[in-house]
């Protein structure tokens, strides 16, 4: 009941802070001396409401979605399994070790160049760069979370007699559930940051949301930009939620 | 021989990945231009870390990470304990910390362009934005554990807030904090990086873009290399530092 209060408390505060911040920023925009490139908050929903009634937005959003989904799906994929066996088999986790000291530290968007040489501008090329950079936090949650796991859990699985496979699926993965959640929340939100950044380096013609604000920028239309960056917050906001979501319900013996 | 056993049998990944790496370079299934030996990757680095272009760039790399950096950490420490210490600040700081986590803010970088112009401004106003938030939600994390004993004994012998702030919250929350720093720094780093690729005339971000424009891919994977033994560099510094100051 507490948290529920809490919960709807917290709502109201996000939203009244939201009203005051927009409406100051409408406030300004109506004084003289505030530059007109910043635009008004007014302008800008009136531009996103546009971008939704003409749906010339949706091919972009449908574009950006199906690379940051495909490349968090490789990285949920790769990440969480090549975790879960490295956590879980030793010899195989002393030999991602140096791998994950070796590559960890390279800031993957350095690769990006590198990846457009060898691949061009392709959805290939973006994918990889999401899946390099959000691969590693997930597989490293993992490879914790399943590291961490009480000792005495494992034993007595294996004393009652399971089986290696039979372990990994019902004394492991839902004991490192709860790391492997973090790990694809900060994964999640890397892909975001990607898929932007790809889109706005790698591309000169081409749909997604981050090729629209380069294309917008170009044309010194801020409304246009500020529109669109709105638009991948709140997808970005959108799939945290999802994901949280998800957990409250694979994790539900956590909120006990 | 034992040595050399254990030691191929440490680094067994690393050395399959070099091996494949030059087995491709060896079966020529790309130009060379594009996909470059590790030994001549290994020259082009040496040769690259004696001029002065990659110096230059470099500097100005680090001289927007370090201000943001600083930035974030001067204005997110004391928004994080404060957060901890009144329910109201919680209140009002929370939706903005929880709420906002998710959302890719490097996106804005187009916006801060025009607000602070093509130079340093944009790039470390985007630094400072994206480090902050790891620093507040740790050091806000790490503060609501500080002791209460600890807190109260402060208070007891007539602390100020001002000296409970420097005298019990600060040491109380350093590990924290550092956690909150060895996150926060990478992302300086990749931010940095990312917005000089976007746009701009300097930093080592447009040494890269210029590097492969060129189709110099050796050198660009040399810069690369580069970048990421300062990102490492930089994480051992912040350990030592730990290590050293924050002994207890």
Redesign the interface.
């Known amino acids: 009941m507490l948290s529920s209060f809490k919960k709807s408390r917290f709502i109201v505060i996000s939203l009244v802070e939201l009203l005051l911040f927009l409406s100051l920023w409408q406030l300004l925009s109506m004084t003289d001396w505030f530059p007109t490139y910043v635009s008004s908050p007014a302008v800008v929903l009136g531009i996103i409401s546009e971008f939704f009634m003409t749906g010339e937005v949706f091919p972009h959003i449908g574009i950006s979605l199906y690379r940051s989904i495909v490349g968090f799906l490789l990285v949920v994929l790769f990440g969480t399994g090549l975790g879960i066996l490295a956590g879980f088999f030793q010899p195989i986790g002393r030999f991602f070790d140096p791998v994950v000291s070796f590559f960890n530290p390279i800031p993957k968007i350095a690769l990006l160049p590198v990846f457009l040489v060898w691949f061009g501008v392709t959805d290939m090329t973006r994918i990889l760069i999401i899946f390099t950079s959000a691969f590693f936090p997930c597989f490293i949650a993992t490879l914790d979370g399943v590291r961490g796991i009480n000792k005495l859990y494992l034993w007595s699985a294996e004393n009652m007699g399971a089986s290696k496979f039979k372990m990994l699926y019902r004394v492991v993965l839902p004991a490192a559930l709860p790391k492997i959640f973090d790990g694809w929340r900060v994964a999640l939100a890397l892909t975001f940051v990607m898929m932007f950044s790809s889109e706005m380096i790698g591309s000169s013609t081409g749909k997604g949301l981050g090729f629209m604000i380069l294309n917008a920028d170009a044309y010194g239309r801020t409304d246009i930009v500020l529109a669109a960056v709105i638009v991948i917050a709140a997808l970005g906001f959108l799939f945290d939620r999802l994901l949280i979501g998800l957990r409250g319900r694979v994790l539900w013996w956590q909120n006990r | 021989m034992k040595a050399i056993k254990k030691f191929i ?6 050395i399959l ?1 070099a091996l494949l790496w030059q087995g491709f370079v060896l079966a020529e299934l ?1 130009p060379r231009q ?2 470059p030996g590790l030994g001549e990757i290994l020259l082009v680095f040496v040769e690259l870390l004696a001029t002065s272009d990659l110096w230059t760039n470099m500097g100005v790399t680090i001289y927007r990470i370090l201000i943001g950096f600083l930035l974030a950490a001067i204005v997110g420490i004391p928004i994080g304990i404060q957060m901890s210490r009144s329910s109201f600040i919680d ?2 700081m ?3 910390f929880t ?1 906002g ?4 803010r ?3 970088y ?2 801060f362009v ?2 602070f112009g093509l130079g340093s401004g944009s790039k470390i106003f985007t630094i400072f934005l994206e480090c902050i938030f790891p620093i507040v939600v740790s050091t806000y994390y790490g503060a609501k554990s500080v002791n209460h004993l600890y807190v109260w004994s402060g208070q007891n012998m007539g602390a100020t807030d001002r000296k409970l702030f420097w005298k019990v919250f600060l040491p109380g929350t350093m590990p924290s904090i550092f956690t909150g720093f060895r996150i926060a720094l ?1 992302i300086g ?2 931010i940095a ?2 917005t000089e ?2 746009s701009s005339n300097n930093g080592i ?1 447009y040494f ?2 210029y ?2 424009a060129t ?1 110099s ?1 050796s050198k ?2 040399a ?2 290399i580069f ?2 033994l300062f ?2 560099g930089l ?1 051992r510094l912040l350990l030592y530092v730990r290590n050293r100051y924050v002994y207890w």
């Open positions: 049998v440490k680094y067994l990944a690393l990945i790309f594009l996909f209140d009002l929370q939706p903005i709420a986590y998710p959302i890719p490097v996106a804005l187009p916006i025009l607000l990478p780093v990749v990086v990312l690729m976007i971000g890269l873009v590097l492969s189709l891919q660009v994977l810069v690369v970048i990421s990102g490492y994480d």
